[in-house]
Each structure stands twice: as structure tokens, then as C-alpha cells.
């Protein structure tokens, strides 16, 4: 009788990818055949694949590095230490080739990253490239307007987005009103975006994580780069510190006031503005088994209009992480992490002199773990507590001012979460992520809680009693679960079918009259009468590699469930507002979807092609007329931008070091809401608004060039340039529209331009 054939072991193939100098390689792949497996390195450049037992030729090659390769017998758990060394260029003919950004193998979906040496080789505004605006090339990604804060993503508000610097959350990611990022890119390892197939250790947002990480010093010699641009000057060094440790301290500063001076506009030409930023990171490896981080960053920001108002703000982050590896098959990190906005606004204007300053404090610890023991499947888990202090107003009044004094009260609360996820790999088809996160919120005192009169809308003279909460008193707590679930199914070696559920909870959110970020908005925690946000989100995708890596596709649809979307009465007055409850509304949402990315790694033109077609919409009916929009019937997002088509090419040139780049970017107008007619009643003009948001702005769009010199890895002194033009056709893009009111005349419509010409620029940097 013939022996029962024996199922093949499994053993975990796992690692780390680094240069000579230590530094981590995020988006290094590793090859495996035979089989045509591959690997992607996560932030800290480690890697782990489940194989069969057997034998196997490791390969592992990364952007001008030179290739790795290695056999492993896998008869056991094996864990690597790749060192990827600089390449040599060829000076006769170069031919580009870049690695995927997507694995068709991996169970993940709706993740996408861009390489910090394809960043440099994007379109410059004023020769600063922005890792914002190099977002919103993505699919799924549109930009909240130009000379504006924030992105929305997959009709998300700006406020939707989580936004992370080595694990501490930017709660304004924005220098001079968005016009530049706080992310300098000359210390960036990467940046991930993850807008889909969320990992339970994520939360706290419930449209997109934006997590970018800033890279080690170098571990061989000190080094040093400068740059140069036509508003802005930085500097920095990184280098060893004897010989365990290492360093990295970089700053920034711009200077755009003889910019303003070119404009026609006499506000714009008499305002002045700066910002000013520094990054510092160091690590510590204290031996084999435990190394520590710590990053910090502090920026300041300030914009003078010519007449009145003088705006401020600054960012403060910092974070400390300690890595422990208990055994091959467990590692944790434990991270403590500090950001601090503050927001200053002073009125200059005679009879208005005024002081107004807000702000937040964040405090958060977590810890995670990874567990590699059992045979086919990874695990983390892990959990943490991030508390909130919010300063929502404190007005103080100077010199002939009118205005009265005013300090609001301060809204605090603590979140507590746990998570786990298992990644199941059952045979070379099918994998399988699942995933579960809890949180649980406490708002906590001081706290004055308005109990208004029912059957009557909410505003200042419908409260009738008033709950008082003391100091550190809980005053109103939720929970809930958050499931995250992800198949991937191969059809075979180079394409597979995916499928995502995940469902994210949000307990802070952004007050804004305005659809993107700006200095004076208000975060607010949920309270009694603002509950939080919930998304449910389902998506499935089809995605293709070709065995070269020289093209990929990838196709995502998705929809989207929405409870406790936040909007404003008709009116609504949202600074300085101590019944603030009172003019929000929330209803429901939904939103859907279809993306589309073609892109191209090899060859002398290399680039992509994302094509996104989302629809993102409202409900809001309430109990009374006043709490209704629409008449309770669905309309358009502020954030519904239907079409958003972006196109990057590179091309290489036959000399060596020289690269021509060009980015075209096509969007739908926002929707705004307009008046159709204007009435007059007892001798004044009214006008008529058929509906929230029935209109729109005009499409957006804007073509890009640069060309770049790019730095020799082979020289001790490396220097670049870049030649860009931003907005090359001078097209008026619109930044709002306004109406003008006629007797005899229907409204008229006249559009606001921030840049309505082209911006060419030359930036310089050096390395040695």
C-alpha cells in the first residue's frame, strides 16, 4: 500500500535590506525563483515571505544599486542581511529601470509609495518638489486647490486624512498656505499611502494614512548638502556618531517677498510671508537586539496681508522609538510620540487690533509586535493611548480695539486602542488578511454640555440646561469595533484578483468654512452632540506585473458607507463660537469609485498614467427645516470631484546625467453653492440658492516641465539642478468663484486666481 504523499513544510524567508551605510531601503524587491516570487521592504527595510522547503536563488536589486544576489537553502526559518552597494553608471548609454509599486503576490491593496529619487525628478514649484503634490498624482487622490493645505482621497474631507512624521500625526502638513509641505525631501526615507485594505494597527482617520518616515544618518562619514532654490535656502549634515549611533540635522528657510513684489495684484505685492523649518533624527543601535530612535521637527510659519492681518502658526513633533528583537521569530517597537500646532492671528487694522491664538497638544504611546512562529502566517498586534488637549479660542484686544475679550473653553479627550492582525498564506493562490481593532474614546472635563430644547433647532436660545463637567471627569465615551479583511487570489504569476473590507472609526475632526486646511480652523473632539465619524469600505481590484517589472496595471472599484458626516447650517459661525454644537449638522454619506494606473519602469521614458472616476455624496435631514440640507434629499460633497486624471513621464537622456520630467494634471471643478437669482424685499437684495452645492468651479488643470542634472554617486562632491516651469499654458486656475448682483441681470460669475501665469524656477543642491 502506497504511502499518503506528505504536504511540503513551509519556512519563513525573512530579512532586512540596507546600503553600506545602514540606512534602510524602503520599496527594495527581492526575486526568488524558481517560483517568480516576490518580497517589498516595508519602512524599515525588513521583508518576510512563507516558501516551501527547498533551494533558492535570492535576488535583490534597487535603484542605482548594484544587484544582489544570493542560494538559500531553506530548510528552516532563515533571516538575511542584505547590503545592496552603489552602482557604477554607464557614461555611453544609460538605460532607466525602477521597480514596481505594487506586489501582485502580497494580500495588501489600496497602498501606494512613491520613491524619494523619483520625487526629486518631479515638476518644482519655485524649485521646492512636494510630497503632497506628488500625492495627488496618485489615483484616488485629488488636491484641495492650489495655494491651499490638505488633499482629499476618495472623496474624503482634508480632515479625513491621517498624516504621520516617524509616527507623530501633522495636524498641518501645509508652509505659506500650502504652497510648500512641511516634509523637506532631502531627509526622507518614504512616504506610503494608504487609502484602502487598511491595516488594523492604523487609525483615528477614515479615508486615508499618509505615513513618511525620515531616513538614518549614514553609518561610514560625515556628509554634508546644501540647496539653493529662488525662494527657499537649506542645509544639512548626517553622519556617524562613534561607532554605533548616528545623526541627521537638516533645516529649511524661504524667503518669497521679492516673488510677491512681481505680482499685479496690489494686496499680493505688498504682503510679505516666510517659513522656516528643522529636522533632526538619531539613532542608537545598542547592540544586536536593540536599537533606538528619536526624530524631531519644529517648523514656523508666518503670512502679513498688507493692511490688517498678520497669521502665524508652528508645528512641533517628536518621537522616540525603541526596537527590541526578543528572537528570530518576535520583534516589537515601542514609541512615544509629541505634536504640538499652535495657531496665532493678530488684527492690525485701526479700531480691530486683536490677538487670537489656538492650538493642540498631542501625546501618544504604542507598542507593536511581530510574531513570525507559526508555519504560513504573520502576526502583529499591538496597542497604545493618544491623548488630546485642544485650545479652540483665546481672543485678547489691544490699542483702540472694539472687541471684547474671549476665551473658550478647552476640549480634551484620550483615546485608548487595541489591535491584531493575522496574515494567512494558504498555498501560492490564495492569502488572506484579517484583522481587528478596538478603540474606545473618553471626552473628558472641563466640559459644559448644552441640553437644548427638543423639537427645536439647536441654537444659543433653544438651550435649557447645562451639564458641568470638572477637570479630567468623563463626560461622554464610545467605542467600537474596527474589522479589517483582505483576499488575494493569483490567477498567476504575474496578475492576481484582491478584495478588501475595513471599517474605521474618527473621534476628531477639522471646523472649516472652507474645503481645505487653513490657520484659523478648529479641530473638535466628539462630544454628546458630535458623534463620531464611521466608514465602512469595500473594494476589489484586479492587478498586473510583467515578469520584467517593465509595466504594471492595476485596476481598484470601491464604495464607501458613511455615519455622522459633519456640515453647517446656512450661515453657520464657526470662529469664536462657544455654542459651536449649535450650528452643525450631520447626516450620512457615501461615496464610490474607479481607479485606474498604467506604469511604466523601464526604458529611456519611464512614468504613469492614474485616471480616478469618484462620486462622494451627502445626506443631511433633520428634525426641523433649519437642520436640513437640501431638503433632505442627497447632494455633492464639497470634497465630489468626479474626474481626476494625472500623467507623469520621465525621460532619460542620452547623456547620462540628464533627465527631462513633465507632470499634466486634469480634475472637475469642486461644487460650490451659487445663486441662480437675486429679489429684492422691502428695498434690499436677497439672493436665491437653489441648493446646496448644485454647482461648480471651473476643471483644473496644469502642465509642468523640468529638466534635471542629476548628482554622479561616483564623485566625492555631488551636485544637481533643476530647471522647472509650474502652470506652463498660464492657466487661471480657480481658487474660488464670486458673484456680482446686477438690477436687470442675473448673477455674474467672476473666478479668483491665485497663480494665473507660469512659474519657471532654477534650483541648485550640492553634496559632499
Known amino acids: 500500500m502506497a504511502e499518503a504523499a506528505q504536504t511540503p513544510a513551509f519556512h519563513t524567508l525573512s530579512g532586512t535590506v540596507t546600503d553600506t551605510r545602514g540606512e534602510p531601503l524602503v520599496g527594495a524587491y527581492i526575486r526568488i525563483s524558481p517560483g517568480n516570487k516576490t518580497a517589498v521592504t516595508d519602512f524599515e527595510g525588513k521583508f518576510s515571505i512563507p516558501l516551501k522547503a527547498g533551494l533558492y536563488q535570492i535576488e535583490s536589486q534597487y535603484l542605482s544599486m ?42 495588501t491593496m489600496g497602498s501606494s509609495y512613491l520613491d524619494v529619487k523619483t520625487l526629486r525628478k518631479m515638476p518644482s514649484f519655485l524649485g521646492e518638489v512636494d510630497v503632497i503634490r506628488s500625492i495627488t498624482t496618485l489615483p ?117 517677498d521679492y516673488i ?147 476665551e473658550l473653553q478647552r476640549d480634551e479627550g484620550r483615546e485608548l486602542f487595541s489591535y491584531l492582525n ?44 447645562t451639564l458641568s463637567y470638572a477637570d479630567g471627569e468623563a463626560a ?21 484578483l484582491k478584495a478588501g473590507y475595513s471599517r474605521t472609526r474618527q473621534y476628531i475632526q477639522l471646523i472649516s468654512n472652507t474645503a481645505a486646511i487653513t490657520p484659523v480652523d478648529v479641530w473638535k473632539l ?17 492587478f498586473l506585473v510583467k515578469p520584467d517589472n517593465s509595466l504594471e496595471f492595476s485596476w481598484e472599484i470601491y464604495y464607501k458607507w458613511l455615519q455622522n458626516q459633519l456640515d453647517y447650517k446656512d450661515g453657520a459661525k464657526i470662529l469664536l463660537n462657544p455654542t459651536l454644537e449649535a450650528d452643525l449638522l450631520f447626516g450620512e454619506g457615501t461615496a464610490y469609485g474607479s481607479e485606474w494606473l498604467v506604469k511604466k519602469n523601464e526604458g529611456k521614458v519611464t512614468g504613469w498614467l492614474s485616471l480616478s472616476y469618484s462620486r462622494s455624496f451627502r445626506t443631511i435631514a433633520g428634525e426641523t427645516k433649519e437642520e436640513t440640507i437640501n431638503n433632505g434629499l442627497k447632494y455633492p460633497s464639497n470634497f465630489d470631484k468626479p474626474i481626476n486624471l494625472n500623467l507623469f513621464m520621465n525621460y532619460q537622456f542620452p547623456a547620462p546625467r540628464w533627465t527631462f520630467s513633465a507632470n499634466f494634471n486634469y480634475s472637475t471643478g469642486r461644487p460650490i453653492t451659487a445663486s441662480d437669482s437675486w429679489y429684492r424685499y422691502y428695498g434690499k437684495i436677497f439672493a436665491n440658492y437653489p441648493g446646496r452645492n448644485q454647482e461648480r468651479m471651473p476643471a483644473y488643470h496644469r502642465l509642468d516641465l523640468s529638466i534635471n542634472y542629476n548628482p554622479d554617486p561616483a564623485k566625492k562632491i555631488q551636485t544637481s539642478w533643476s530647471l522647472s516651469v509650474y502652470n506652463l499654458y498660464f492657466r487661471r486656475n480657480a481658487y474660488s468663484t464670486l458673484f456680482r448682483h446686477q438690477y436687470g441681470r442675473p448673477p455674474g460669475a467672476y473666478k479668483l486666481s491665485v497663480i494665473g501665469v507660469a512659474v519657471p524656477s532654477l534650483s541648485f543642491n550640492i553634496k559632499f
Do not use: C
Open 66 to 107: 548594484k544587484k544582489y544576489r544570493r542560494e538559500v537553502k531553506l530548510d528552516n526559518d532563515v533571516q538575511l542581511a542584505i547590503v545592496l552597494e552603489s552602482g557604477e553608471l554607464s557614461l555611453e548609454e544609460v538605460v532607466v529601470t525602477a521597480e514596481p509599486s505594487m506586489d501582485v503576490n502580497a494580500v
Open 140 to 256: 484616488g487622490v485629488a488636491s484641495a486647490g492650489e495655494g491651499t493645505a490638505g488633499f482629499y482621497v476618495r472623496g474624503g474631507s482634508a480632515d479625513q486624512n491621517l498624516i504621520l512624521l516617524d509616527d507623530a500625526p501633522v495636524f498641518n502638513s501645509a508652509h505659506l498656505f500650502g504652497f510648500f509641505s512641511v516634509y523637506n525631501p532631502d531627509v526622507l526615507s518614504s512616504y506610503t499611502l494608504h487609502r484602502s485594505g487598511i491595516s488594523a494597527q492604523y487609525g483615528g482617520r477614515i479615508s486615508s494614512i499618509l505615513d513618511v518616515s525620515i531616513k538614518d544618518g549614514n553609518k561610514e562619514a560625515l556628509k554634508f548638502y546644501a540647496g539653493l532654490s529662488p525662494v527657499s535656502a537649506k542645509i544639512g549634515f548626517d553622519g556617524p556618531v562613534g561607532k554605533s549611533s548616528s545623526i541627521l540635522v537638516a533645516g529649511r528657510a524661504a524667503y518669497p
Open 260 to 406: 510677491l513684489r512681481l505680482f499685479p495684484n496690489e494686496d499680493v505685492k505688498n504682503s510679505s510671508g516666510y517659513f522656516y523649518d528643522i529636522n533632526m533624527k538619531f539613532r542608537q543601535e545598542i547592540n544586536l537586539n536593540n536599537s533606538l530612535e528619536l526624530s524631531s521637527y519644529y517648523s514656523k510659519d508666518g503670512f502679513k496681508f498688507p493692511y490688517d492681518t498678520v497669521y502665524s502658526w508652528s508645528n512641533m513633533l517628536g518621537s522616540l522609538r525603541w526596537n527590541h528583537i526578543f528572537n528570530p521569530a518576535l520583534s516589537s517597537s515601542l514609541s512615544l510620540a509629541k505634536s504640538v500646532y499652535q495657531n496665532n492671528v493678530e488684527g492690525i487694522a485701526t479700531g480691530e487690533e486683536f490677538i487670537l491664538n489656538s492650538g493642540i497638544d498631542y501625546t501618544g504611546l504604542k507598542a507593536d509586535f511581530n510574531y513570525l512562529a507559526l508555519q504560513n502566517q504573520v502576526i502583529d498586534f499591538g496597542g497604545g493611548i493618544a491623548d488630546y488637549k485642544i485650545q479652540p479660542g483665546i481672543l485678547e484686544v489691544y490699542g483702540t480695539s472694539s472687541f471684547k475679550p474671549l
Open 422 to 465: 493575522n496574515e494567512i498564506t494558504f498555498n501560492e493562490t490564495i492569502s488572506l488578511a484579517l484583522g481587528l481593532r478596538y478603540s474606545f474614546f473618553i471626552k473628558t472635563g472641563p466640559a459644559d454640555v448644552y441640553i437644548f430644547e427638543e423639537g427645536k433647532p439647536r441654537s444659543e436660545t433653544s438651550i435649557t440646561d
Open 476 to 496: 461622554q465615551t464610545y467605542q467600537g469595533l474596527e474589522p479589517r479583511a483582505s483576499l488575494k487570489y493569483s490567477l498567476n504569476s504575474i496578475s492576481s
Open 526 to 542: 466628539s462630544n454628546k452632540h458630535i458623534l463620531p465619524q464611521v466608514s465602512d469600505q469595500l473594494s476589489i481590484g484586479y
